[in-house]
């Protein structure tokens, strides 16, 4: 389980295809994580298999693919964040690290010293997404300012902007997509169909 608080920013050092995408992510927190301990790159949940001072591996199997942005290449910038631990303090919202969809952004449009980006969403999510609601892209938490049909808007404050990649985001671009645990359990007693 995750809050959507990016930690750290890694680059990804090598992606190898085999059965699966195994990739080797360079950060600073290496060196503190476990074999087997979970931390969400770019809002995906990955268990690390290996580590060093300076880099950790995961792997992704085709399921985590097909639901993912594409990409994953060596050179790419990822936000990571490490799991909760019992008693921290959640200042986001409750993540997953089990992304649902990608998104797609639209236009960047910036206000004051922030910036409104507008995205759009596969039909099958948007009814998942509520204003003032929260989602997570690239694994970061942010609060939906408006929707319109399947598309969505959110503001990122200058540090988010700063501290995570979504400064280097462009139109065109597929952004990680989870929408709010809260919505899918509600959707899922109500006898909604599922995602």
Not at 26 to 55: Q, Y
Not at 117 to 139: H, N, T, W, Y
């Amino acid at each position: 389980m995750f809050s959507g608080i990016i930690d750290n920013i890694g680059v990804i050092e090598s992606a190898e295809r085999g059965g699966d995408l195994r990739l080797v992510i360079s950060c600073a927190c290496a060196k503190d994580l476990a074999i087997g301990e979970s931390v969400a790159c770019n809002g995906v949940c990955l268990t690390v298999v290996e580590k060093n001072a300076s880099s950790f591996t995961a792997e992704l199997s085709t399921e985590t693919l097909s639901r993912t942005t594409p990409g994953w290449n060596v050179g790419d910038k990822v936000n990571l964040e490490r799991s909760l631990r019992l008693g921290d303090r959640l200042s986001g919202h409750l993540v997953t690290g089990h992304v649902d969809g990608v998104a797609v952004l639209k236009d960047i449009t910036p206000q004051g010293d922030s910036h409104i980006l507008c995205l759009e969403a596969p039909q099958s999510l948007a009814r998942f997404i509520a204003e003032k609601g929260s989602v997570a892209l690239d694994g970061v938490s942010l609060t939906v300012n408006r929707i319109e049909e399947n598309q969505f808007s959110v503001n990122i404050i200058a540090h988010t902007w700063q501290a995570t990649t979504l400064g280097q985001r462009r139109p065109g671009d597929a952004l990680n997509l989870e929408i709010d645990l809260i919505a899918r359990y509600a959707a899922r007693l109500m006898g909604k169909q599922d995602i």
